[in-house]
Nanobody, 123 residues
């Protein structure tokens, strides 16, 4: 059974940092693009970041560029999202996603999804 399990969410003050992790199991994802989406209350789910299977390419939505960094460790079948300079508008449930390529994710789609981890940023 394929599973993506997120961890690292929590409550942080504005300006603070969190590091999300996503551990994949059930099969290896080292030939898949990995990424993160988020969904804030009352809003549609949105793409946040994606990284290519080898880690050479990464993509971010404009609102997180310069603040968030996506990385992966294929040996551990894990992807990370380092979030710095968090703002209240970053409050959302963050979902780990796997797909065959980063374009799929940038178009708002994914093939495997985690259950999500809550990130709350207080002002």
């Amino acid at each position: 059974q394929v599973q993506l399990v997120e961890s690292g969410g929590g409550l942080v003050q504005a300006g603070g940092s969190l590091r999300l992790s996503c551990a994949a199991s059930g099969r290896t994802f080292n030939r898949d693009a990995m990424g993160w989406f988020r969904q804030a209350p009352g809003k549609e789910r949105e793409f946040v970041a994606a990284i290519s299977w080898g880690g050479a390419s990464s993509y971010y939505t404009d609102s997180v560029k310069g603040r968030f960094t996506i990385s992966r460790d294929n040996a551990k079948n894990t992807v990370y999202l380092q979030m710095n300079g968090l703002q209240p508008e970053d409050t959302a449930v963050y979902y780990c996603v796997a797909a065959s390529n980063t374009l799929t994710m940038r178009e708002g789609r994914g093939e495997y999804w985690g259950q999500g981890t809550q990130v709350t940023v207080s002002s």
